[in-house]
């Protein structure tokens, strides 16, 4: 995994391995777990002093929510869990990106209980569909395979992997802030300060632990130390994966098990799931080379490394050969 070569053209990383292709599909589970796991009912509802949702108004109306009738939402919510489905099996990348962008905006604009993590999905998304345009694999877990310097890349092939990597840029930089904020923020609070925050969430009545798990987690958040812990850890974590994007790769790979763990641990904890599949994406952005490609995940590792898999032969090719 640390040693997978990042291939270039003309100096720009080729943003087309399965890294990214992993961050679509946690995106992509995330948004589809909070459609097929709620009802209409549920997520389009009034809001006091808001209204009823799906709101449409302004940039919302544009979602697909607004666009049908309120009577036809559960046959267009399984229908977006199709094609999220879709997306998250890696088929066409290409032909699936805007979709998955225009299904994120739809959901974050749309559900009246939205929360931050569909707001990071839609923006996520939207980014990932600038570098999956240019994607023409038929998988986007395939690892694409080397080429040399004397391989030339057509003109439309180094603009697309341009747009990718630059938009695997600002992903990563976004996550970068999204991190610093959270870490940040926290510090002039008193309870975050003193080290006591988190006796507080634990009982909060909406984001509290759950019952089932109070035997194990009650002795730690009752006990000075385990609820300092608690409290300063994650702010620690928060600013350190901030920092990400000036350390070295190696310390990004340290991070990245352990940012796993911390929002494996928020969803169990407090059940935020779909926040943690969009900050899992968010992570492999943040914490992975643009354009890596993790061998375990690519269902070609088997073939050798000097397999062609790059070939463009005309102006109009203008991604990795169909592979």
């Given at each position: 995994?640390?040693?997978?070569?990042?291939?270039?053209?003309?100096?720009?990383?080729?943003?087309?391995?399965?890294?990214?292709?992993?961050?679509?599909?946690?995106?992509?589970?995330?948004?589809?777990g909070?459609?097929?796991?709620?009802?209409?009912?549920?997520?389009?509802?009034?809001?006091?002093?808001?209204?009823?949702?799906?709101?449409?108004?302004?940039?919302?109306?544009?979602?697909?929510?607004?666009?049908?009738?309120?009577?036809?939402?559960?046959l267009?919510?399984?229908?977006?869990?199709?094609?999220?489905?879709?997306?998250a099996?890696g088929?066409?990348?290409?032909?699936?990106?805007?979709?998955?962008?225009?299904?994120g905006?739809?959901?974050?604009?749309?559900?009246?209980?939205?929360?931050?993590?569909?707001?990071?999905?839609?923006?996520?998304?939207?980014?990932?569909?600038?570098?999956?345009?240019?994607?023409?694999?038929?998988?986007?877990?395939r690892t694409p395979?080397?080429?040399?310097?004397?391989?030339?890349?057509?003109?439309?092939?180094?603009?697309?992997?341009?747009?990718?990597?630059?938009?695997?840029?600002?992903?990563?930089?976004?996550?970068?802030?999204?991190?610093?904020?959270?870490?940040?923020?926290?510090?002039?609070?008193?309870?975050?300060?003193?080290?006591?925050?988190?006796?507080?969430?634990?009982?909060?009545?909406?984001?509290?632990?759950?019952?089932?798990?109070?035997?194990?987690?009650?002795?730690?958040?009752?006990?000075?130390?385990?609820?300092?812990?608690?409290?300063?850890?994650?702010?620690?974590?928060?600013?350190?994966?901030?920092?990400?994007?000036?350390?070295?790769?190696?310390?990004?790979?340290?991070?990245l098990?352990?940012?796993?763990?911390?929002?494996?641990?928020?969803?169990?904890?407090?059940?935020?799931?779909s926040?943690?599949?969009?900050?899992?994406?968010?992570?492999?952005?943040?914490?992975?080379?643009?354009?890596?490609?993790?061998?375990?995940?690519s269902?070609?590792?088997?073939?050798?490394?000097?397999a062609?898999?790059?070939?463009?032969?005309?102006?109009?090719?203008?991604?990795?050969?169909?592979?």
């Amino acid at each position: 995994m640390l040693n997978t070569p990042t291939r270039r053209t003309r100096g720009i990383p080729l943003p087309w391995g399965n890294a990214y292709g992993l961050a679509r599909t946690l995106l992509a589970l995330g948004t589809a777990g909070t459609l097929a796991f709620s009802s209409s009912a549920t997520l389009f509802r009034p809001v006091a002093t808001m209204g009823e949702y799906p709101l449409c108004h302004d940039m919302a109306a544009g979602g697909a929510f607004c666009l049908v009738p309120r009577g036809q939402f559960d046959l267009l919510r399984w229908l977006c869990v199709a094609v999220l489905l879709v997306v998250a099996s890696g088929w066409r990348p290409r032909l699936t990106a805007l979709p998955h962008a225009y299904i994120g905006f739809s959901v974050f604009s749309g559900i009246a209980i939205g929360d931050g993590g569909d707001q990071i999905t839609w923006i996520l998304s939207l980014l990932l569909a600038l570098v999956a345009l240019g994607d023409g694999r038929r998988w986007h877990w395939r690892t694409p395979g080397p080429r040399t310097d004397d391989e030339p890349a057509s003109r439309a092939t180094r603009a697309w992997a341009l747009l990718g990597a630059s938009a695997w840029t600002v992903a990563r930089l976004q996550m970068a802030i999204l991190y610093f904020q959270a870490g940040a923020a926290k510090l002039p609070h008193t309870e975050w300060a003193d080290g006591s925050a988190m006796y507080y969430w634990a009982n909060n009545s909406s984001f509290g632990f759950p019952e089932w798990l109070r035997p194990l987690t009650d002795h730690v958040v009752y006990s000075p130390v385990g609820v300092a812990a608690l409290t300063w850890l994650p702010i620690a974590l928060e600013l350190a994966l901030a920092a990400s994007p000036v350390m070295s790769q190696r310390a990004r790979w340290i991070l990245l098990p352990l940012g796993i763990a911390f929002h494996l641990g928020i969803a169990a904890l407090m059940g935020l799931w779909s926040f943690a599949f969009a900050m899992w994406a968010g992570l492999f952005l943040l914490l992975s080379p643009v354009g890596h490609s993790f061998p375990l995940l690519s269902p070609d590792r088997s073939r050798k490394k000097t397999a062609p898999s790059y070939a463009p032969a005309t102006p109009g090719d203008v991604s990795p050969a169909t592979l």
